[in-house]
């Protein structure tokens, strides 16, 4: 159901313009409005949800090939050194919009985007991981993640 509050379900519904790639069922690309490169798309889905954490499942099997679709559009198009695909969920994260969205963005090894995870807060239990093998071999079987993987299964 659509949030009255909501900047993007106002787009969905025609109340705000936008430049859209185009839609179907779930989904609605569209050109980011304040974009990092040229080619800065976001797939947002129909239905209204916060983010990942309770965007209905169909609709997230939606956002994919969606964005696959346009990362070759992009790709053939503006031939970048690469694509990102980023989404994220809730302010730390950097959500400004709290509506489900990934942004598609190509890029270029110089053009200074801020992604990338060369600080290292996880201390693995005091020792700094130095090579996968190592973590495996020596951290790895006392960090598995008990207190949330029974979650998953
Ligand atoms: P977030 O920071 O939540 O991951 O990304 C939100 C994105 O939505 C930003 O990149 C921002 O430029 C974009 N955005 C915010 N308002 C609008 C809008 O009214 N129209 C469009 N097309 N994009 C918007
Ligand atoms: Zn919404």
């Not at 659509?2 to 379900?9: E, G, R, V």
């Not at 980011?32 to 947002?44: Q, Y």
Request: charged residues 25%; contains cysteine.
């Amino acid at each position: 159901m659509a949030n009255p509050d909501c900047i993007f379900c106002k787009i969905i519904a025609g109340e705000v313009p936008s430049l859209k790639l185009y839609e179907d069922d779930r989904v609605f690309p569209m050109m980011d409005i304040n974009p990092f490169d040229d080619g800065h798309c976001l797939v947002i889905t129909k239905a209204h949800a916060e983010n990942l954490l309770n965007a209905d499942p169909d609709d997230l099997a939606a956002v994919l090939p969606a964005a696959q679709k346009i990362c070759r559009a992009v790709e053939a198009a503006l031939e970048p050194e690469g694509v990102n695909v980023v989404q994220a969920n809730g302010p730390a994260a950097g959500q400004t919009v709290y509506h489900f969205h990934t942004h598609i963005f190509p890029r270029r090894r110089d053009d200074g985007a801020m992604l990338n995870w060369a600080i290292h807060r996880a201390t693995w239990g005091g020792s700094k991981r130095s090579t996968t093998r190592s973590w495996l071999s020596c951290n790895g079987p006392r960090y598995v993640p008990e207190r949330w993987r029974h979650r998953l299964l």
